[in-house]
């Protein structure tokens, strides 16, 4: 399969809330970070979630730090354990991307 993806990838431990945002259901959902990058995030979640719906998301950084986040899910797999996504980050700030960068630039020395 053709490499796509914009911004290099990076592994990640942290988890991140999100709240779908056309929803009157305030219900949260906890996922678990696959890899992220200054564009865009991969993650397992066991909920059914929609290509092309749109999330709040607060993604907890390796600072302990908290970026508020909308993204909008563009890819959907299957897995043992539910589902694995990709999301893509919609009018991130800048700062928040470049945070991102860092952590990559620290994590791959």
Request: glycine content about 6%.
């Amino acid at each position: 399969m053709e490499e796509r993806r914009k911004s290099k990838r990076t592994v990640m431990e942290s988890k991140i809330v999100i709240k779908r945002l056309d929803s009157d259901d305030n219900k949260e959902v906890l996922i678990n970070i696959i890899d992220v990058s200054k564009s865009g995030i991969g993650f397992e979640c066991e909920e059914a979630l929609t290509i092309g719906d749109v999330y709040e998301s607060f993604l907890t950084i390796w600072t302990q730090e908290i970026i508020h986040a909308f993204i909008q899910i563009v890819r959907i797999e299957l897995s043992s354990g539910g589902y694995v996504y990709g999301a893509t980050f919609i009018g991130m700030p800048e700062i928040d991307s470049a945070r991102i960068e860092v952590y990559q630039t620290v994590h791959d020395r």
